[in-house]
């Protein structure tokens, strides 16, 4: 069963979490996406796509007021979920396991199924922020901000963000091919 939950939040970046869309698709994964309120507008104001573009990316989409959808249970096989981007109150009601919505439920579903979850968040940060992402991770989520790696010597910002989108499929196990992998020292 290759099936993973993606949560798109209403932090800056919500391009990340369309490219992993598109490659969860090229990869062959089944898909199961929510978006919070904020989300969507983030998906309006930072990319060219609608809702409803981003949306038919999916396999299957919930609404994210529905806190009894298949993926709010820890019944509902998955290999986890990647929340990109993650928003700081996602981050606060996935940390400390006060969720008031499906996107965040189904990330604590994941961390109490001990299910992989990554949470890719925008910086700066401060000591709140971090603090939140320390409860995170020793509760067994990657927190991955979304940091370019220059050894790959990036020419463009898709470059960037597919990097970084195969970074994350990496901790699941994908190989996407969006990954220039380091092969050593040129010195």
């Given at each position: ?45 930072e990319t ?7 949306r038919a ?131």
């Amino acid at each position: 069963m290759r099936r993973i939950v993606v949560g798109i939040s209403g932090a800056s970046g919500a391009v990340y979490g369309i490219r992993l869309l598109e490659a969860l698709r090229a990869a062959d994964v089944e898909t199961h996406l929510v978006i919070s309120q904020s989300g969507k507008r983030a998906i309006v104001e930072e990319t060219d796509h609608t809702v409803k573009d981003v949306r038919a990316l999916a396999d299957v989409t919930h609404a994210s007021d529905d806190v009894g959808a298949p993926i709010s249970s820890g019944s509902f096989p998955t290999m986890g979920m990647v929340v990109a981007p993650c928003s700081v109150r996602s981050l606060a009601e996935i940390a400390h396991g006060t969720t008031t919505g499906l996107l965040t439920r189904a990330a604590d579903v994941a961390l109490k199924e001990r299910r992989r979850v990554v949470l890719v968040r925008e910086t700066p940060l401060r000591v709140t922020h971090l603090r939140a992402m320390a409860a995170a991770a020793e509760d067994g989520a990657v927190i991955m901000p979304p940091l370019p790696a220059f050894y790959t010597r990036p020419t463009s910002l898709d470059e960037v963000v597919d990097h970084t989108v195969g970074r994350v499929l990496d901790q699941f196990g994908i190989e996407s091919g969006l990954v220039r992998r380091w092969a050593g020292s040129r010195a």
